[in-house]
């Protein structure tokens, strides 16, 4: 693995890592300032993700199980991809539009989501090319 793409690795790897807590501090928060918590299919997959993101970032400790972390991304994206635009749906009732600074925040998970995902993809994609 070459300097270039171990520095690749290792930054989605702590992208992934400080992702992953603040994910579930924010969750946390969020769901204990409520009254009642959100239905839990959609504060559960927050937590699968935080998990998932920390199974990645410790499995490619050492170069290797990519896919994993990669995987992890995806599956965050999609999920704060749709979390995100969800809110400026036209139908949607004003009340159920989420506070601009969370959407903000969903928005800014939605980036570091893509920005992991295509780094690791990379890193990945190096990694089977120089394989052969």
Do not use: H
Not at 51 to 74: C, D, E, H, I, Q
Not at 97 to 111: E, Q
Not at 118 to 129: D, I, K, L, M, P
């Amino acid at each position: 693995m070459s300097d270039k793409q171990a520095m690749l690795l290792t930054s989605c790897r702590y992208l992934a890592l400080v992702y992953a807590i603040v994910l579930a501090i924010v969750e946390a928060v969020l769901n204990s300032r409520r009254e009642q918590w959100q239905y839990a299919p959609l504060w559960i997959i927050d937590y699968v993700i935080v998990a998932y993101l920390l199974a990645g970032f410790w499995l490619t400790r050492r170069g290797k199980y990519l896919p994993v972390l990669m995987s992890a991304y995806a599956l965050s994206s999609g999920v704060m991809y749709i979390a995100f635009f969800m809110d400026f749906d036209p139908e949607l009732p004003a009340a159920a539009r989420g506070p601009t600074f969370l959407v903000a925040l969903i928005g800014l998970a939605l980036g570091g989501s893509a920005v992991g995902l295509v780094g690791t993809t990379v890193a990945w994609w190096r990694q089977e090319r120089a394989i052969g």
